[in-house]
């Protein structure tokens, strides 16, 4: 194998080599990249699902928000509305009060009436007792003595019928005035009771309106509770809003990374493309230099057939010629066998005599019709003799035994006593 062909497959190992490192590469990178897109699919669609809840949260929140307002329009109404019947009431109550005060004004003139006219009936009383008496008989008119001081008499008045009709309208005044005071007191009682009432009712409105005035404050800090929530919520669903705005921006770089990678991997292809073609060039050549280096082999292995044919007539002429057979470094020396064939299929060149070791060698050539095979060792390069037996190795593994039958300078025969597997040209040969 020439060195231009060696370069080329050592350029083209390194080529694939090279190209398959980078594909590997990049189908991790690939597949890295993948995960992550999987994961800030994830994210969004989570992402996604935390903005449906808070936006549903947002929207329970604004419709309690909505029904609080309600509520609490609906409680400043009620407010209203008991405003101003406690209004109304407190109205009607200093209506009352003015009305039991005029009454109480009636009362007290009535009262002072009343005692105007007793004092003028005790008036009257006391000049009707200081008055003399007169009988009046049908023929005359007899003066009846002063009453005394000491005991009060009744008094009679038979003067005339005024004085009966002023005594008529005192008593009936006294009796209107009686009524009067009654009727005044019962106005007065009613208008007590009605007070209390409305002092009761008012104490009840007062309840109410602390109620709801409670109520109040408790709506407020319930719509103000609301009001915080929804604010924090709001701030979340922002949040969840640069989130996902963060994790598309990542996503849609992921994504050009992914192209910029896509055209990387075109790069490659089509490197690879180029590589193949170039392998295949390459291989077309390796099996070009295979057909000839079989042919080679072919030509060698004829030139060594003719040449074992020489020495066996050489030999058999020997032997019918000399009383005795030639000993083991005796006879006809064979002419030397130069073999410049390649090796064969990743095998490393044979080992040449001046560089091998001793006891180490190689096969040179193969003949399968008289089952032996020739090797690199001989009497210069090595220790071998016949009857020496010899081990083949390939890949550091021994495939068959040989047992040397003719020894020449730089060549030795040997037989095959047993072997694993078809031995090659190039397999190594050790003592």
């Excluded at 909505?66 to 409680?75: G, I």
Aim: glycine share 4%; hydrophobic share 40%; with cysteine.
């Amino acid at each position: 194998m020439s060195k231009a062909v060696r370069l080329g497959v050592w350029v083209l190992a390194v080529l694939v080599v090279v190209s398959a490192a980078v594909a590997v590469s990049t189908l991790m990178q690939k597949q890295a990249l993948e995960g992550q897109n999987q994961n800030l699919r994830a994210r969004i669609s989570e992402g996604k699902d935390r903005e449906a809840g808070l936006l549903s949260q947002l929207k329970k929140l604004q419709n309690d928000a909505d029904a609080l307002n309600s509520k609490v329009s609906q409680s400043d109404q009620a407010k209203a509305e008991a405003q101003n019947l406690y209004d109304e009431l407190k109205r009607k109550s200093a209506d009352l009060q003015s009305q039991m005060d005029q009454a109480n004004t009636e009362r007290d003139d009535y009262k002072n009436r009343v005692d105007t006219i007793t004092r003028e009936r005790d008036d009257l009383m006391q000049k009707l007792k200081n008055r003399p008496t007169q009988i009046v008989y049908k023929d005359r008119i007899i003066q009846a003595p002063p009453p005394s001081t000491s005991a009060a008499a009744p008094v009679v008045d038979v003067t005339s019928a005024q004085g009966d009709q002023y005594w008529a309208s005192v008593l009936k005044q006294k009796a209107v005035l009686q009524l009067e005071i009654e009727k005044a007191k019962s106005e007065l009682d009613q208008a007590a009771l009605q007070v209390v009432e409305l002092k009761k009712q008012n104490a009840d409105l007062e309840v109410q309106v602390k109620q709801i005035t409670h109520e109040k404050d408790e709506i407020a800090q319930k719509v103000k509770y609301g009001g915080d929530l929804a604010d924090t919520l709001s701030i979340d669903l922002a949040r969840a809003r640069n989130d996902q705005k963060a994790v598309n921006d990542r996503a849609d770089k992921v994504k050009e990374e992914n192209m910029e990678l896509l055209s990387q991997i075109r790069g490659l292809n089509a490197t690879k493309l180029a590589l193949e073609k170039t392998i295949s060039r390459l291989t077309d050549e390796k099996d070009g230099m295979q057909k000839k280096l079989v042919e080679t082999q072919s030509v060698i292995q004829s030139r060594i057939d003719d040449i074992w044919k020489i020495k066996q007539s050489l030999d058999k002429r020997l032997s019918e010629n000399a009383p005795n057979p030639p000993s083991a470094g005796g006879g006809m020396e064979l002419p030397p066998i130069i073999v410049n064939a390649p090796n064969n299929q990743g095998q490393g060149a044979f080992a040449a005599s001046s560089g091998a070791a001793k006891n180490q060698g190689a096969i040179i050539s193969i003949n399968e019709s008289s089952n032996f095979v020739i090797t690199d060792l001989g009497q210069v390069n090595s220790p071998v003799g016949v009857g020496s037996i010899l081990k083949v190795y390939r890949d550091s593994r021994a495939i068959a035994t040989l047992e040397v039958i003719q020894v020449r300078r730089d060549i030795c025969a040997a037989d095959i006593k047993n072997k694993s597997t078809e031995l090659r040209v190039g397999d190594v040969v050790r003592i």
